[in-house]
């Protein structure tokens, strides 16, 4: 079975950084592309930024400047280096990855906090 496994969530203050790291397992089909998505309570579940096999990085505009996605295509992990961050980054983290057939698989989630 698949399996994806984040670490590096917690509780900092405004203006702290975090590395969430994302390592799966399990895969029998290449991985085209790997990303983090978080939710944060009475919201939509939205993308914060994608790193495909090939291709651009992605960013969602209110993570620009501050955030940077990596991936480690060897071990099929992914890591979300959050700096300057913002008590509006509050949410539950949940890394992505996505095989050649267009199917998608999801992480348990990690909760970042930050505080004012």
């Known amino acids: 079975q698949v399996q994806l496994v984040e670490s590096g969530g917690g509780l900092v203050q405004a203006g702290g950084s975090l590395r969430l790291a994302c390592a799966a397992s399990?895969?029998?089909?290449?991985?085209?592309?790997m990303g983090w998505y978080r939710q944060a309570p009475g919201k939509q579940r939205e993308s914060v930024a994608t790193?495909?096999?090939?291709?651009?990085?992605n960013y969602a505009d209110s993570v620009k400047g501050r955030f940077t996605i990596s991936r480690d295509n060897a071990r099929n992990t992914v890591y979300l280096q959050m700096n300057d961050l913002k008590p509006e980054d509050t949410a539950v983290y949940y890394c992505?990855?996505?095989?050649?057939?267009?199917?998608?698989?999801w992480g348990q989630g990690t909760q970042v906090t930050v505080s004012s």
């Open positions: 790193i495909p096999s090939a291709g651009y990085t």
């Open positions: 992505n990855a996505k095989d050649m057939r267009n199917w998608n698989y």
């Open positions: 399990g895969l029998r089909f290449s991985i085209v592309e």
